[in-house]
């Protein structure tokens, strides 16, 4: 034997009813003994509800409505039946309305509408679906027969959520069983009295009835189709990437569903559920799909937990003050005087320390309750035993749900770990010593952002989102781009991870788009769906935009940008960029940047500042980090100036050696800041500050390597034609230095913290003599590395280096993130 139900989407319109049926018919075709419930038709319930109200307050136009009504099962009829067929239906659905209609003129003359006149008008719901539905699967020749559950179904008379009496209700319910042979069409939701008296049976009131049919009459399943997949691991339209829970136990189902999941609800499914009765949750609209079952207990879970849900909308109310502690009775005081007033609390906490009692309650009740508990401790604030009773109100409270969290360490340390780093503040937090449920309360700004953040730590197997707002589309931003694009797959396949490009910007357009810019069309998505940049607009769109995993990724030289990390880094956005003006600038903002980040748990990684994708910065940074003393730093750090001193040489000019380097991708947007020396200065003032010593820019000094006309040329052409004219000049430098058997070479050096920048010449013995290409060449002399230097070496620069330095700065926050 197998129940099944039907919802009101399910039932909602022609087509899926045709849906329902076939899906009858199917399970006929199996053989299957079966009783069958339906709901009424989608919306109708509240329909009638407003009709009933409109009714009794006197306004007519409840006719009106209550014609749209009758015309939506009239279509139904038309929809699923030959015209020859219908009229016996039609005649037994008008004589319902023709009830209903008598019925409404009695409470709109009496104008007045009890619970028990209500539940009679609700009732009309159900009895119709059931009526049209089961004339239809006659019509198709199947043995069917309506079954009004108000003779089956026996309640006391708590109009709007009566109470079963199961002797009876079993009973009856068997006895009609053994009656008939046909396929029942069961009526979901009503019931009645002794007296015959029509009731509902309150929320989710049709499971309800499936569920005292399953239980009477010993079901092996009791089949819930609703409109969804199964229950989901978080509500997905909150959670995009949340999926199905292949399978839940009853108290997750509860603990999930009184966090706001309402697919099922659970208290509607006890009868089944106390004789083990399986449930399954299904989808009518998607029939091939498994959705979820529904049992008594958890089997082995995959994840530690099951799922996510929240409460959108709470106030806090927090009442504290020295005269609480030790004091006996002040909580039942308090939840008494709640109670009282019928202010239902949802969660509670309170430290040990017994100086505050928060609980949080529906924020229309806020007020109420100061008032109530202002009363209730009048004595007590007076004397200044409590000293105040606050509320805070947008907030949310995001529960995580699920037996795998029994005895299990870590899972807390997971979920507030996970708002840590996305700069979530929990406000208040509980967790009951059943621990099937770790509730946090924060700020409903952070509602969205939290769920998602949390949703992609736990269920770790689908893909973690990280959000990119991408700064510069040039070079280094558009290769970058192309490197996400080519590993798309990989990342998501491998890692589990998705780069979200939700935003991107050069100088001339703007776009923004949370759910993402297709990287493999991002020009065109830019241009045709872009606005007017604005710098300020977009990063203060981004903060707005509060998403999990944002990460700010500045690919331009821009020398004002660095004003908005400090805005981005506070609002807990991690940046990486391979812009050097923010570390090159004053120390305090250096510092200022690196305290910020650290205080708000983000990262700001600038791997690629020096010496592009090679591993200089985080070399230092783990020397330091594990205490070594750094004596001195010898360094060629200008991809630019090592490729030309590396392919100037006889017979070639030295400005098309430079337009090379250009346009190799080597050189600054402007070549002058590689050239007067300035790029290499700015590299070995980051070194400097990341080994500990404090310079400012003024403190390098630069032996100037351009004559003069070149050096202050007002452009970058004019440059190039300053470059062309000196060819002379770069050509002695060159025969000069070979004329030792040596080679050019540009060296920063940091030692006693002085830091210089010049050019030299190096004989076939140093080690910097062998270079080729854009090769940087870093050499550290440590206290650990005293005898022999620890060397990095390799290309330097060049827009797949260092586009790849800026993405394993990315993929180092996406592991950070979890
Ligand atoms: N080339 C290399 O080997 C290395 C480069 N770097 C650094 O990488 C950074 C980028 O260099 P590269 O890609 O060559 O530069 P490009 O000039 O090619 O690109 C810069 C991009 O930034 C955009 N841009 C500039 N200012 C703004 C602004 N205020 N708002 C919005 N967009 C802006 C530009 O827009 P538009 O297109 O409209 O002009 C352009 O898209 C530089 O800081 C450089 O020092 C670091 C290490 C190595
Ligand atoms: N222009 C720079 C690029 C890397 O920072 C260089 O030439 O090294
Ligand atoms: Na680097």
């Not at 159900?126 to 239809?136: M, P």
């Not at 179904?153 to 009566?162: S, Y």
Request: glycine letters at 8%.
């Amino acid at each position: 034997m197998k129940v099944l139900k039907f919802g009101g989407t399910s039932v909602g319109t022609v087509d899926t009813i045709k849906q329902v049926i076939s899906i009858l018919e199917n399970n006929l075709a199996q053989g299957e003994r079966m009783a069958v419930i339906f709901s009424a038709m989608g919306g109708v319930t509240n329909r009638l509800i407003e009709i009933g109200r409109m009714a009794s307050a006197g306004q007519a136009e409840y006719l009106e409505l209550l014609k749209a009504v009758e015309e939506r099962h009239f279509a139904t009829i038309r929809g699923l039946l030959n015209v020859k067929n219908q009229s016996t239906t039609f005649a037994a659905v008008k004589g319902l309305f023709n009830e209903l209609e008598d019925l409404l003129r009695g409470v709109s003359l009496i104008r007045e509408l009890t619970p028990r006149t209500l539940d009679l008008i609700m009732s009309f719901g159900e009895r119709l679906s059931t009526t049209i539905i089961t004339e239809a699967l006659k019509h198709r020749g199947i043995a069917t027969e309506y079954c009004d559950a108000r003779s089956l179904i026996r309640t006391n008379d708590h109009f709007g959520l009566a109470e079963v009496d199961f002797e009876i209700t079993n009973r009856q319910i068997l006895e009609y069983f053994a009656k008939t042979s046909a396929l029942p069409c069961v009526t979901g939701f009503v019931a009645s009295t002794a007296d015959g008296i029509t009731t509902t049976l309150g929320r989710g009131g049709s499971d309800y009835t499936a569920s005292i049919f399953g239980a009477a009459l010993d079901a092996e399943v009791i089949e819930i189709w609703t409109d969804v997949d199964g229950m989901m691991t978080a509500d997905p339209r909150k959670v995009p990437n949340a999926f199905t829970i292949p399978s839940i136990s009853y108290a997750e189902a509860m603990e999930l569903s009184h966090f706001g999941a309402k697919v099922i609800y659970p208290p509607s499914l006890q009868p089944a559920f106390a004789k083990n009765i399986l449930i399954k949750v299904l989808n009518t609209f998607n029939t091939a799909f498994e959705g979820t079952l529904v049992h008594r207990s958890a089997n082995g879970k995959e994840y530690a937990i099951t799922g996510i849900s929240s409460i959108d909308d709470v106030a806090l109310v927090n009442i504290q003050g020295s005269g609480m502690i030790g004091v006996a009775g002040i909580s039942a005081r308090l939840f008494t005087a709640l109670s009282d007033h019928r202010i239902s609390v949802i969660l509670i906490s309170q430290a040990s320390s017994e100086h505050s009692i928060c609980f949080t309650i529906d924020p229309r009740n806020a007020d109420r309750a100061r008032e109530v508990l202002q009363k209730a401790f009048e004595a007590e604030i007076a004397v200044g035993d409590i000293d105040s009773i606050s509320i805070e109100k947008n907030l949310s409270i995001i529960a995580i749900v699920g037996e795998g969290m029994k005895k299990s360490t870590g899972v807390s340390g997971k979920l507030f770990s996970v708002l840590g780093k996305n700069g979530i503040n929990v406000i208040a937090t509980a967790q009951g010593s059943s621990e099937l449920n770790i509730s946090v309360v924060l700020s409903k700004n952070d509602l969205s952002k939290a769920l998602n953040a949390i949703h992609g730590v736990f269920f770790q197997s689908e893909t973690r989102s990280l959000n990119l707002f991408i700064v510069g589309v040039g070079l280094i931003g558009g290769t970058l781009l192309e490197q996400i694009r080519n590993q798309t797959t990989y990342l998501r396949d491998e890692k589990f991870l998705k780069l979200n490009v939700a935003g991107l910007t050069n100088t001339k357009k703007m776009l923004l788009e949370p759910d993402g810019i297709d990287p493999t069309r991002w020009r065109d998505e830019l241009d045709e769906l872009g606005v007017k940049t604005s710098l300020p607009a977009f990063v203060q769109r981004i903060i707005e935009l509060n998403l999990p995993n944002s990460v700010f990724v500045d690919c331009t030289s821009d020398k004002d940008i660095v004003y908005y990390y400090g805005d981005l880094l506070d609002a807990n956005i991690s940046v990486v960029t391979p812009n050097k003006v923010a570390n090159s600038g004053r120390y305090a903002e250096y510092l200022q940047l690196q305290r910020m980040a650290l205080h708000r748990g983000v990262k700001f990684l600038y791997e690629t500042n020096v010496g592009a994708g090679l591993p200089i910065i985080n070399t230092i940074q783990g020397l330091m980090a594990s205490g070594d003393k750094f004596l001195k730093i010898e360094a060629i750090l200008s991809g630019t100036l090592s490729y030309i001193f590396n392919t100037f040489g006889p017979g070639v000019r030295f400005v098309d050696v430079v337009r090379e380097a250009k346009a190799k991708g080597y050189t600054e947007p402007d070549p002058r800041d590689d050239l007067s020396g300035t790029d290499v200065a700015r590299k070995i003032l980051i070194l400097a500050r990341e080994v500990g010593v404090p310079l400012e820019p003024e403190d390098i000094a630069i032996a100037q390597l351009l004559p003069d006309n070149c050096q202050q040329a007002p452009s970058i052409e004019a440059f190039f034609a300053e470059l062309e004219a000196s060819n002379d000049y770069f050509e002695k430098l060159l025969t000069d230095a070979q004329a030792q058997g040596e080679v050019l070479r540009y060296i920063a050096t940091l030692e006693n913290d002085r830091a210089t920048v010049e050019l030299r010449t190096v004989g076939p013995q140093h080690p910097f003599y062998t270079l080729s290409g854009s090769d940087n060449i870093v050499s550290f002399t440590t206290e650990r590395y005293k005898d022999r230097p620890l060397v990095v070496k390799g290309p330097g620069a060049g827009a797949e280096v260092t586009a790849s330095g800026v993405f394993a700065d990315i993929m180092s926050i996406s592991s950070y993130l979890g």
